[in-house]
C-alpha cells in the first residue's frame, strides 16, 4: 500500500502546479518561523 501511494505521489509532484503549490507552502512555513523567532515566542 506503501509503494502504490509513494507512486501516486511521485506522479502527482512531477507536475509543475504540484511544485508551485508546495514552493508556496514551504515558503509560507519558513517565513512563519522566522517571524515566530523574531517576536522571541
Known sequence: MLVA????LRGW???PVA?????RVTG???IAFGLRL???D
Request: avoid cysteine.
Open 13 to 15: 509532484l512531477r507536475r
Open 28 to 30: 509560507t512555513v519558513v
Open 19 to 23: 511544485r508551485r503549490v508546495l514552493d
Open 5 to 8: 501511494f509513494a507512486g501516486v
Open 38 to 40: 523574531a517576536m522571541g
